[in-house]
Structure formats: structure tokens, C-alpha cells
């Protein structure tokens, strides 16, 4: 037995990532999620992989679900809020959305565990994750309006086409399940190819560059964060 | 209790579509899996579904991996014999591309039920569905080799752009999902879209009209089918 902090006593001595209890027991449930399948993990199991009593996990989370909604929570809060940033930015919006796709595509890809193989569950149309589908509406509808703003600067390509980046974004998902291992080369192949199909043809160098430099200026950890 | 054909009981009149035990297993699977989770159904559920015995259904699948090997397999053989025959043929790249892909859009979304989105699912990465894995891996490679050929043409892309046409095509399975009905749209612009991601920029019309013809004269019911 270990001890950590204040009398909560440990099964085995800690052994996943994550500084918290509750941080090490999100590690657990992603791993076993995408790996063993959400309806076949228990919350025992999970205790069990952290080295805790079920007693303590549910002093974190009453249900399985509630693991579950936290986790995709992550996948989506940190771009959801660079999105919400850019919307009221006058920069071109093939910069706003070049910014957005390899942000994304970068954060799926760095995230220890591939949770985006979670959103086909059918578990995610319960009542229970109405929040987490309405947040994840929102970013794709963010795609979608920065996307419609390049078309009507560049025309010529499809009616519908600006219902495709997030698709393309979230791509990058299938791609690491089915490679087993991060697709870095999606990082920028990705975000070229998202202005590529809305028929964007000006100079992609140029927009890396003035992309990288938006999110560098807008993701700073003290910029202000109060709009909820 | 219903009588079907040579003396087997039912517990219940049929219910599922299919014309046989074995297609009403499937349909019932393909529901209680997409609508319940694959991890959470049993092969009782399936056969309390169907309203037949557990001992019945066994008799026709061993287990319940059996049942999943099935569907996914129906999500890819038909394209993956068009895909073989197209990869022969005169025409131009952009016009078999076309063709695939539109073809794998229109089955994709026909499908009763969605099946891929159980691609993700953590239990195919075990050697219980090697075979199937290979034969996706083959399907998406086709869509390689056809995209690369369409760039060599067009030029100008990013190298790596050919990789995506296929992720673009099995987006479908998420606007699906999320849509929670039939994209009827995605038939005609996902196409579009993987033509206009590589760089492509001829007659989209005459290449729909050609893809189309060539879609109905290699995809005939009579057509030679004995290549295994």
C-alpha cells in the first residue's frame, strides 16, 4: 500500500500519468476506452488499472458516462475556445481557418489516447452527452462559416463544400486508428488540403506562416479566457 | 410460435428484413450494434431480437465476432470489386476515381444500418479481423493508387493529398452518424470535393456523366465475378 495525501489509501503504488487522482483515473478510462471498448470497461476495471478502490472512483465520478463526457470534453474545449477567438478576428478567413484545421489536427494527434474514435458510439446520442454533441455542433458550425467566407472569396467550387473541413479535421482520427501511431505528416497535410478543396489558391506558404503566427498571438495561456 | 420452413421453432412471428435466418441475424446485429453498442450487446440480445433460440442462432454464427466479421464485410466488397475492375481499365483516373467514389458514397449511405461506423471500434485491431483489415487496407490503397494517378496528371498539390480521397469518402459514415439520417447530399459532393482536393480541374459535369456510365457497365449482376 501507498499513501497519497491525505489518508486515501492506494491498492499498488501510482502508476498512470497525471498528477491528480482524478487526472490518473481519465488516463486509465482513455486508455481502456480505445483500447478494450467503452461498453466492455467497467468502472471496477478502471479502479483497478489505477490502483484505487471503486469507493474512491466514484468519489470522482459517479458514472462511467461522467468519465466518458469529461473525456470528450478535452477533445473538443481547446479548440472550441481558438475558434470562438478567431470568429471576431479580421484576418482573412483562409488564415483564421488554416489556424483552426492545424490546431486541431495537431491536438488530436497529441492527446496520449485517440478519444475521437469515441464519437461513433452510439452511447453519444443518449440525453446524457446533449451538451457535449451541442459543443461539438458548434465547432463544426465554426468550420463551416469560416469555411463558407473562403468560398465566397475564392467561388467556383461546389455548393456543400463547406460542410467538408471538419470532416477532413477529424479525419485524422481514422487515420491514427487505422496507422496505430500519430499521423504527423496530417498536421500539415490537412490544413493545405482543407483550402485546397474550397478551391483557395493563393500563396499556402504565406498563409502557414500568418497561421501560425494568429494562434501563436491568440492561444497565449494568459489571454483572457472569460467567456465561459 | 411460427413455423419457418423444415421444423425449426420460433419463439415469435419474423420480424427483422432479410429473407433467411442468417440475414435476419444480421440485420438484428447490425441494429442492436449500431444503436446499442457492439461491447453491450450479447448474441442472446441478438437472438431475442430476431426471436429465434441463442442454440439457433449459433448455428449459424459461432460467436458474436463471427456476426461483426459479416457486416463490416458487407461494407466493402462491393467497392472493393469495383475498385479491382476500375484498376484495369483505359479510362482516365479522374473518371475511375470519380466512379469509386461515388459508388462507395452511395453504398455507404444506403446501408440500412451504419455500419462503419464500427470501424473505430478498439476490437477490430485484434487478429480475429486481420482479413478484414487487409481487405479495407486494399480498398484504400486503390483509392491511392487511382488519386495519385489523377495528381501526376493535374500537379500542383500537396504531396500526400492522395491519401485522403478515401478519408473524405468514409466521412460519410460520420455526417451519418451526427446527421443521424442519410446525407442524400454527400452522393454528389463528397466526389466533387476528392476531385477538387487533388488539384483536378477539368469538366466536372462530363467526368459525373462518364463515372456514371462506367459505373453501369462494369457493376453489371452478369458481369464476369469469379476473381475471388
Known amino acids: 500500500m501507498t499513501h497519497i495525501g491525505p489518508g ?7 502508476r498512470r500519468q497525471g498528477t491528480t487522482p482524478r487526472a490518473e483515473i481519465l488516463d486509465a ?9 467503452y461498453g466492455s470497461t467497467s468502472t471496477r476495471s478502471i479502479a483497478d488499472a489505477v490502483g484505487i478502490r471503486q469507493a474512491s472512483l466514484y468519489h470522482h465520478f459517479a458514472a462511467k ?9 478535452e477533445t473538443i474545449t481547446a479548440a472550441l475556445e481558438l475558434a470562438e477567438r478567431l470568429a471576431g478576428l479580421p484576418e482573412p478567413a483562409a488564415v483564421r481557418l488554416y489556424a483552426l484545421a492545424r490546431f486541431d489536427v495537431r491536438q488530436l494527434c497529441a492527446a496520449r489516447w485517440n478519444l475521437g474514435a469515441l464519437y461513433l458510439l452510439p452511447e453519444l446520442r ?3 452527452f446533449a451538451v457535449f454533441r451541442e ?32 470532416r477532413l479535421v477529424e479525419s485524422v482520427i481514422n487515420m491514427r486508428s487505422d496507422e496505430n501511431a ?3 505528416y496530417a498536421e500539415r497535410l490537412i490544413p493545405d488540403a482543407v483550402l485546397q478543396l474550397l478551391g483557395w489558391q493563393g500563396d499556402m506558404d504565406a498563409v502557414r506562416a500568418e497561421a501560425a503566427r494568429l494562434v501563436e498571438r491568440v492561444d497565449q495561456p494568459d489571454h483572457d479566457n472569460d467567456r465561459g
Open 126 to 128: 443518449s440525453p446524457r
Open 135 to 166: 459543443r461539438r455542433d458548434e465547432l463544426r458550425r465554426h468550420y463551416e462559416t469560416l469555411a463558407a467566407a473562403v468560398v465566397a472569396e475564392t467561388g467556383g467550387v461546389a455548393a456543400g463544400s463547406e460542410l467538408l473541413p471538419f
Open 182 to 184: 500519430t499521423p504527423g
Open 29 to 37: 478510462a482513455a486508455e481502456l476506452f480505445t483500447t478494450h471498448g
Open 65 to 73: 458516462d461522467d468519465i466518458l463526457d469529461a473525456l470528450l470534453a
Open 8 to 14: 486515501r489509501p492506494r491498492l499498488e503504488p501510482r
